[in-house]
């Protein structure tokens, strides 16, 4: 089983409502199929998980923000890209591997 981490990362999300949060911390591990990225609100610890749909391509969900999320990579990147929905609302992020 090989785990890879990266517990330095960092992401922006760019909310469909305006908001825009730049290089907030977050750690990523991925592995045999699965994925975690986690990161602090001011109200908690956030966590989303899931698995690879194809090569470079997830799906995840948080139960702690009432979210779902895709993640797309190219091989080789250090980058991750996606959308999401959390209570209703949806934009999308990126995430730089650190």
């Not at 290089?23 to 908690?44: A, K, L, N, Q």
């Amino acid at each position: 089983m090989t785990q890879l981490s990266w517990p330095n990362s960092k992401y922006t999300s760019v909310w469909y409502s305006g908001a825009v949060y730049r290089d907030r911390p977050c750690r990523v591990r991925m592995g045999d199929g699965h994925i975690e990225v986690s990161y602090d609100e001011d109200d908690g610890p956030v966590r989303y998980s899931g698995t690879e749909i194809g090569t470079g391509h997830f799906r995840l969900k948080s139960t702690e923000a009432e979210g779902e999320a895709t993640l797309h990579m190219f091989p080789g990147s250090r980058i991750m890209e996606g959308y999401y929905v959390e209570r209703g609302e949806s934009g999308l992020w990126r995430i730089e591997l650190a």
